[in-house]
């Protein structure tokens, strides 16, 4: 089963100058995932001043997003409890 973007759990705005984490789920296996604020800046089209701006920007982009999640947790890049960082280079 593909990993897909786990809807019923909210992502993590703790450290949203960091970035915003999120999970993904493909029936028995979770896997935590975060895009930095500076990838979601890039996307664009608004600047990040806030933690309502993030997740807005989160939502805006979360299928581009949960897409490139899935691909990389596809190919095996999660090992364990370890968090996937989706960059830039991963949306294109």
């Not at 939502?59 to 990389?72: D, E, K, P």
Request: charged share 15%; aromatic share 6%.
């Amino acid at each position: 089963m593909a990993f897909v973007f786990d809807a019923h759990t909210a992502p993590d705005l703790a450290n949203w100058r960091q970035g915003v984490r999120f999970c993904m789920v493909d029936g028995t296996r979770r896997a935590t995932c975060l895009i930095g604020t500076s990838t979601l800046r890039e996307l664009g089209p608004d600047e990040l001043e806030s933690d309502k701006q993030c997740l807005a920007q989160f939502y805006l982009h979360c299928g581009v997003i949960a897409s490139a999640a899935a691909r990389l947790l596809g190919a095996g890049v999660s090992e364990g409890n370890s968090i996937v960082q989706v960059m830039l280079a991963n949306l294109l």
